[in-house]
């Protein structure tokens, strides 16, 4: 017993045995380190994950319709479901082992997608680069599209064989391409699905663990000493980017969209450019008053039958082109007065990034596990309860969709409380 030698067990090291051992080629994956793949399974799986951005930023680039899409607005609901339970995952009640096993890849979605061990093994990257590529991915998603639309431009304008090049179908190409805001678009997408990676690392850089000898080190990373180095400059960067991202992008969400009138709100261009952040929500709706051709005030409901009123003030949709009534006299396009109405919700998502940082605030400065468990819970009750009141998406379904995803996340975090005992 006087000679008892103590150490971190094989593939570990560092303080308190957190840091997996690169000189055995351990790195990290998930809560635990484990041996890394092949170098060439680990090249191919960065290459697939480089083919798939690649393709998605392709479509982005080069898609020219902005037209609603059912899917867009599932994936975002689904994607907001991940993303809690991914973060409800490293509360210190994260679950049973099976439940590791089964949903522990739901964690990616809601961290860095460059701390995947896999990613780990071949990168090897230091904490503070790695938490700027972090920080930096909506910017190179949106060079990305900028330069993939630029490059099929160009290719497409080579239509000569001596290899001369139209001009001017270039430029007007470039120029309507300019004018649609895609940049702007692919960014705040970008943003949207980097928001949550973006504060959780931006949490986690603010998160030390007790001394260990008189030292404190980073939870996320223990090769890091806390507020010396690198870290001291992760800090910094930090606070700048938790105030200007993690709180100001949902209030300038909310800014935008609750102050855009409601005609701005139903313009094609604005649509481009904001349209993923409220397609789904209830907007308001464009109708045209037509005026009656003679001068009798009377009104009707609408729907009422023209070829059967006459001097009516009828409410009808707006439509393209001349009506012509019964008596033959055409109307003219300035005929129809559009009038926009109908309650808004499009700031909506606003709340659902708040919710989201919310429940990542809980994980990473709230330690002790039953106030964790417990604090998910009543912060998703109240979500339930928002929801509920404000109903915010047009069709039912979305609003059941996304409350059925709070209740199965409200479940999960009550189940974790009673893992406690």
Not at 124 to 148: D, E, H, M, S
Not at 154 to 176: E, G, H, N, P, Y
Not at 400 to 410: D, R, V
Request: proline content about 5%; charged content about 15%.
């Amino acid at each position: 017993t006087s000679g008892a030698i103590y150490g971190c067990t094989y593939g570990y090291s560092g303080p308190l045995c957190g840091v997996c051992d690169a000189g055995v080629n351990f790195a990290q994956f998930g809560e635990t380190c484990a041996v890394c793949w092949s170098p060439w399974v680990s090249w191919l799986f960065l290459g697939i994950l480089a083919s798939i951005a690649v393709a998605v930023l392709t479509l982005v680039a080069l898609h020219k319709s902005s037209s609603k899409s059912e899917s867009t607005i599932m994936l975002r609901i689904v994607l907001g479901y991940l993303q809690g339970i991914g973060s409800l995952r490293v509360f210190r009640a994260g679950g049973t082992k099976a439940y590791d096993s089964v949903m522990g890849w739901t964690e990616v979605i809601s961290a860095s997608p460059l701390s995947v061990g896999a990613l780990q093994c071949i990168l090897r990257l230091p904490y503070l680069v790695q938490y700027i590529a972090t920080i930096l991915l909506p910017l190179l998603a949106a060079g990305a599209v900028v330069a993939i639309f630029h490059a099929a431009t160009v290719a497409r304008a080579l239509r000569c064989k001596a290899q001369c090049v139209d001009t001017s179908a270039l430029k007007d190409a470039v120029a309507t391409w300019w004018a649609t805001k895609r940049h702007l678009s692919t960014l705040l997408i970008v943003l949207f699905l980097a928001y949550m990676p973006i504060v959780s690392a931006s949490l986690r850089a603010l998160d030390c663990i007790e001394p260990v000898a008189g030292v404190r080190y980073l939870r996320s990373d223990l090769r890091v000493e806390c507020g010396v180095g690198e870290h001291a400059a992760a800090r910094a960067l930090a606070y700048i980017v938790l105030i200007v991202l993690g709180a100001g992008f949902p209030a300038g969400l909310v800014w935008l969209l609750a102050s855009a009138r409601k005609e701005q709100l139903l313009d094609p261009a604005f649509h481009a450019t904001w349209g993923f952040m409220f397609d789904g929500y209830r907007v308001p709706s464009r109708t045209a008053v037509l005026p009656s051709p003679t001068s009798d005030a009377s009104c009707e409901s609408p729907g009422a039958d023209l070829s059967d009123k006459r001097g009516l003030m009828l409410a009808l949709p707006v439509v393209t082109g001349v009506v012509t009534p019964t008596s033959g006299a055409p109307l003219s396009k300035t005929a129809h007065e559009p009038h926009v109405s109908g309650d808004s919700c499009v700031w909506w998502e606003a709340v659902v990034l708040a919710r989201k940082a919310g429940v990542v605030l809980l994980a990473v400065k709230v330690t002790n596990p039953y106030l964790q468990c417990v604090g998910a819970s009543l912060w998703f009750l109240a979500a339930i309860g928002l929801q509920t009141y404000f109903s915010p998406y047009a069709k039912p379904l979305f609003n059941k969709l996304e409350t059925a995803s709070l209740l199965a996340t409200l479940l999960t975090a009550v189940i974790s409380t009673t893992l406690l005992q």
